[in-house]
């Protein structure tokens, strides 16, 4: 009795029982956990470790890793409670705080399927397997350009395009953030990178001054796309493309709240009417990244600024822009 009576106060925590709802599915280390239920990695730690001591977790080492999986119901002797979980993590399926457990479940799940980490799995290893190498090796059979990143965050995307462009100006309109990136920047020796503050619809840029724009979940940080759009064409040269990467429209409302998103993603029908009202011809909207059971899906989204047919004629006129509706 005094063990049972032990067992159910450890369960009376909610977040005992969302750290278990997870194991439930797969193996996760303590930063995977902790980028799922958004809690210090402290508090993370002490839950697991309770779970632990009370028989309900495991903990695996491996490859220098460690990694946390429910334990067997043979294992500790609990075979009667995994029903009752089970039942439990069933009907707490549509709760607010459980959908938003499961979205940014999916998304580390999506993570590892798209770094081509084994996860225990042997026949997964194949040395040398990259998506990083995947897109560097790209980068070789494209041209020397003028690049804006725009909402770069911490620079990632920036200093990964500065490896094949001419030049890179990454911009965002967080100080903090900033200053990250400057840092990033710093160690990796690029020296053709200026990171500058701006808004989305205010870029500090001249016209006609890139040929490639790139925006990396960022559209659905700004209530005005059809602006930041607009800003875009801006500070493109004729000809120049704009390359989008966001999400498709979605139901997981923690967002905002969370990562200060102001719109749930985008329809591709939609994505496509802003980039042609914006004046963007040859617009393309495909998937970029989709996983079964995750909300986010990831479009993929490019454009090209109209262009003169003849540069030697100056006097043409160029492409008129579709009225954009209010």
């Excluded at 049972?4 to 029982?17: I, M, N």
């Excluded at 609990?78 to 979205?103: C, H, I, M, Y």
């Excluded at 993570?111 to 070789?140: C, I, M, Y």
């Excluded at 016209?207 to 759009?229: F, G």
Aim: aromatic residues 6%.
């Amino acid at each position: 009795m005094q063990r049972a009576s032990a067992l159910f106060r450890l369960l009376g925590d909610s977040t005992r029982l969302r750290l278990l709802r997870i194991l439930a599915n797969d193996r996760f280390n303590v930063t995977e956990l902790t980028g799922i239920l958004g809690l210090a990695q402290s508090g993370v730690s002490r839950h697991l470790g309770l779970l632990k001591d009370a028989g309900l977790v495991v903990e695996e080492r491996e490859a220098g890793f460690v990694y946390y999986r429910v334990a067997d119901a043979d294992e500790n002797g609990n075979r009667a409670l995994w029903p009752l979980l089970d039942a439990q993590f069933g009907t707490s399926a549509q709760e607010k705080v459980v959908r938003a457990d499961e979205a940014r479940l999916q998304e580390v799940l999506r993570v590892r399927k798209e770094n081509f980490e084994t996860h225990g799995d042997a026949r997964q290893l194949v040395p040398g397997r990259s998506w990083a190498a995947w897109s560097r090796a790209l980068g070789h059979l494209l041209p020397a350009i003028d690049v804006v990143d725009v909402g770069c965050g911490e620079g990632y995307l920036t200093l990964e395009a500065a490896r094949w462009a001419r030049s890179v100006v990454g911009v965002d309109r967080s100080d903090e953030v900033l200053e990250r990136a400057r840092a990033l920047g710093e160690r990796r020796h690029l020296p053709n990178v200026q990171w500058k503050k701006g808004d989305l619809s205010r870029l500090p840029l001249p016209d006609a001054s890139v040929d490639l724009a790139l925006l990396s979940q960022a559209l659905h940080h700004t209530r005005h796309p059809e602006d930041a759009l607009e800003e875009v064409g801006r500070v493109l040269r004729p000809g120049g493309k704009v390359l989008i990467l966001d999400l498709r429209a979605h139901e997981e409302a923690w967002v905002k709240a969370r990562l200060g998103d102001e719109r749930l993603g985008f329809s591709d029908d939609e994505l496509r009417q802003l980039m042609t009202e914006a004046g963007f011809t040859h617009v393309r909207v495909t998937v970029g990244a989709k996983q079964p059971g995750d909300p986010f899906v990831v479009l993929v989204a490019s454009g090209t600024k109209f262009q003169i047919q003849d540069p030697r004629i100056k006097s043409q006129t160029p492409h008129p822009k579709p009225q954009r509706r209010r």
